[in-house]
């Protein structure tokens, strides 16, 4: 007699026909809820999607119109592996305003900044080598790592970012394991999820810790021009240079998806000499090239507008979002929570008070009409149950303030249960599988 | 002392801590020839790169100028790692062309189709296992294969693509040799580089003598609506099928690259259900989503634009280049030389007589200013090099002559040294290694 599978269970007829490495890509069990939370009724406190409003559509419509009837012939081609070269040289430019002094030639043009991870992890780890990361991780970074079987070992932020101690202590103790660490990742501003910076003066110190254990360092850079009160910080890639302004231990990624605009899916990769060759070549293997227009839109964007002027735009979006998020969030969560206070960038990482669980409690959060991330999104060994990430990127301050409401009722409610009744839920740290992000949570 | 690293030895700081799938990543040879070879004083044969000078570059500029004016919030923003719904409805459309019933929820949209050969590669093989291939195989899957570090078995053609005695002798010995074959990869449709089709008298045979082994079917099929003389053969995909339209046997890969434009990056791939659930996983950790202005620019073009009328203008010129290659080849090759007489798409496949070597030859061809791609970037296993690619995608009808005018010169040249002093290089026949395509060669 044939049995139904239990709940959760797939039949899957290409089990055994998989590779190895994809037994560990599992849709993330948030994923249905965030099904539910696109709805227009629901305030979406968890997706990372830049609010566009600010863009000037019908200047970059007419931009690209402009771009494909006079250049079409290139724009719609085939172009080269390593990314337009003309946009690798603007690339430089824009990193320059983080101090770094760098050849187009290390420039890799990719497909938005998450191919660059895929590249990198790709060129560098084997299964079961370990790669450092902060605790907590921006969450596609941990699924590019779990679909290449890396294991994960976090390292302890506090308020000015990465702990260099921690570092340390983390790179002696995977030593000891026996096991081979090959980079740190990083994204040290405006950390998502953690809405932390990395200061100034840890910077030289995580890089010379790096450096002499032989790692390299991941420097994960989308936000570093969205910082509301100080012009941006010397990016690490700037510190670990020669008199030529060359680097061997650092590898910088960077992105116009936070600065201009997602859907184009353009960013980059600087890497040592060396190693860029090799990221050309697994970037063949994996698109051939980036879209030949799309460089060439963001290329002629940077060269004829203003977009220095637009990033301060969307800085100032995000400044007062950020304002009404701190607002709200100090008026109305109950006692004992506590949040980080972003300088910049798209996001609040939240802790809970006691025992509650933020992944037990999203699906009560979306009945109530507001969605975030649980926290456990966010580490590749499933603690963060007691944390949560709320963006502040895309809604009105309005909404902002009703989603924090709505969540603030949520979380009173659950208070006082544990109160009159104890725990609610069995608050099981189950090792988490890959949790390939969705865009949603980018 | 120091010594000097011997020519072609490359002095690369990070080869430890590579991963093992990297050290099979080197440049092709003929690389650094084709930086030469794009010379305008060359003619290249080389290249797969469609002209695209039939498009109608100012109506396509004015769609998307309007698109990003009138939908840029949604065109310029995150999109679903699956790809746009509404551009995956119009796929299930265009594949319908060649006989297939399919649901717009199994079709991927991908970054090209060359995106869809890596992510069913990521997912399917483990290093070591087989991929049955047609001999000779586009370069740029051997190079997704081999980064993954599959073995690929070459399977012989004839003049009616894919010989099936062949392929079950070739399953019969990867069996016997204890060994794990996961899929055939197949062109069907005017192959690439061997210009020829699979008759529709073996597409159920090739079928079922994959689903008895066990074996997917990945059905590539770039150039399945580009034939001359006939309206497309009926895909492999269509016929394994059960009542509602599905398939568990092929996963079957589109792409916009020669049928609009290969700048997009738009292509797709069609697969079993729970096959479709691991590659969108798969996309998700590779690029988070494909360019959301990609997909809707190409959605308005199929909708608005007479799409087919532009294939068949794309047809007539191809055709025109064809006829030009074969009465250039038949005119000016020496005694002993054969190729292939393609029916549709890009490529003549060329075999040289007695001993010439191809890639022996390729710098001499540069030289007299014409390239093409010798045979050996179409095998695995450092065979081919009495073949050679000749494209007419690209160049003029009168550069097509003259380019093969040029080529006759040089293999004329060869035959008469070889006639009077004997062979002028060693012809080793050295194991490939993985040598990812320039888009060049695609």
């Known amino acids: 007699m044939a049995t139904r599978p239990g709940p959760g269970v797939t039949l899957d007829a290409f089990t055994d026909r998989y590779a190895q490495r994809t037994h560990g890509m599992t849709a993330s069990e948030i994923r249905a809820l965030f099904a539910v939370a696109s709805r227009p009724e629901v305030v979406s406190l968890a997706g990372g999607m830049p609010n566009l409003s600010a863009l000037p559509l019908d200047a970059v419509g007419k931009l690209t119109g402009e771009l494909i009837s006079s250049r079409g012939a290139q724009a719609l081609q085939y172009g080269s592996g390593q990314g337009d070269p003309h946009l ?10 983080e101090g770094i002094e760098a050849s187009s030639e290390d420039v890799v043009v990719t497909v938005g900044s998450q191919q660059a991870l895929d590249l990198v992890t790709r060129v560098f780890i084997d299964p079961g080598d370990v790669v450092l990361a902060e605790a907590p991780s921006y969450v596609g970074a941990l699924g590019t790592f779990a679909a ?9 932020m506090d308020d000015e970012g990465l702990v260099p101690e921690a570092l340390r202590e983390a790179i002696a103790a995977v030593k000891a394991a026996g096991k081979k660490a090959k980079f740190l990742y990083t994204v040290p501003n405006f950390h998502n999820p953690a809405g932390v910076s990395l200061v100034e003066s840890r910077r030289d110190e995580v890089l010379a810790i790096c450096e002499e254990a032989g790692l390299l360092v991941l420097e994960d850079n989308p936000y570093g021009l969205l910082g509301f009160d100080a012009p941006p910080t010397r990016a690490i890639r700037a510190r670990g240079t020669d008199a030529s302004g060359r680097s061997d231990s650092v590898l910088y990624l960077g992105s116009f998806s936070k600065t201009f605009a997602p859907g184009l899916r353009v960013g980059w990769v600087l890497a040592p000499h060396a190693v860029r060759e090799k990221l050309v070549l697994a970037a063949e293997a994996a698109v051939l090239c980036p879209p030949q227009l799309n460089q060439m839109l963001v290329a002629d964007y940077l060269s004829t507008q203003d977009w220095q002027g637009q990033v301060a735009a969307f800085r100032s979006m995000s400044r007062e979002r950020r304002d009404a998020r701190l607002e709200a969030l100090a008026q109305l969560m109950p006692a004992g929570t506590t949040w980080t206070h972003p300088t910049g960038g798209f996001y609040v990482w939240v802790t809970l008070p006691g025992e509650l669980d933020s992944k037990l409690l999203l699906p009560r959060a979306v009945t109530a009409r507001v969605a975030f ?17 709320l963006s502040y990127c895309y809604p009105e301050p309005e909404r902002i303030r009703e989603g924090v409401r709505r969540l603030s009722t949520v979380l009173d409610e659950e208070v006082e249960l544990r109160a009159t009744f104890g725990a609610t839920g069995p608050g099981r740290a189950s090792r988490r599988q890959a949790e390939s992000p969705s865009p949603d949570m980018a």
């Open 373 to 389: 991330v649980p926290g456990t999104a966010f580490y590749a060994d499933g603690t963060g149950r007691n944390h949560l990430r």
């Open 148 to 156: 290449f079987q890396a294991e994960v070992v976090h390292v302890a």
């Open 88 to 97: 690798r040289e603007l690339i430089c430019d824009v990193m320059a305003l």
